[in-house]
């Protein structure tokens, strides 16, 4: 399989699953034309299967890691399972887009005040999740946790203070540990 990505972008979120799971797979960094020509998007991630087959958008293809990994997703049917998939749905739909205005060289100070005041608002519904937690959904590290740590990342990118998200501060630097991300973070040259 071949998996195309940019670094520290949301695709960075597959990748770490990928390593999670000890998936045979080749990273392809930055290779925007082979990416517009797979995917009409011209987006990442961008997943070629073995058998020729493209799979795009972040949750299709975590979802493909936890189907070829299970320990990367609670036991279907269970609380947790739920969880894993609200958070990985959030994390999705809501706090990703909200950081999207302020990646915008163009934006006004104006937006950028009312963007970064809703990303606040919800890493906050994050930090108070995550009070005494050390995963998302149950005891286990889930393809929810590979894409709220990617885009948590972005605070850094875009200098948006977090001194007030000890729960998600300390959750991030936990992750950061794991040798699966480690190695992720290394080949996307994202290590001091």
């Not at 990994?69 to 909200?98: C, F, I």
């Not at 605070?155 to 998600?168: M, V």
Request: glycine letters at 6%; proline letters at 6%.
């Amino acid at each position: 399989m071949k998996l195309y990505l940019s670094p520290g972008a949301c695709s960075m979120s597959c990748h770490i699953a990928f390593e999670e799971a000890k998936l045979k797979f080749e990273p392809v960094l930055g290779n925007w034309e082979e990416v517009a020509r797979l995917n009409p998007q011209g987006a990442v991630p961008t997943l070629v299967m073995n058998d020729g087959k493209v799979l795009t958008q972040n949750v299709a293809i975590l979802t493909c890691a936890s189907i070829e990994a299970p320990q990367l997703m609670p036991r279907q049917g269970t609380w947790d399972y739920l969880e894993a998939v609200k958070w990985l749905a959030w994390t999705n739909s809501d706090l990703h887009p909200a950081f999207s205005p302020l990646f915008s060289d163009d934006i006004s100070p104006e937006a950028r005040t009312e963007a970064v005041a809703e990303v606040t608002e919800l890493l906050s519904i994050a930090d108070k999740h995550m009070a005494g937690k050390n995963f998302f959904a149950g005891n286990q590290f889930t393809i929810a946790d590979c894409l709220f740590f990617t885009v948590y990342g972005w605070t850094k990118g875009i200098k948006l203070p977090t001194a007030q998200f000890s729960n998600l501060n300390a959750y991030a630097a936990r992750i950061a540990e794991r040798p699966a991300v480690q190695a992720v973070m290394k080949k996307e040259g994202l290590l001091d």
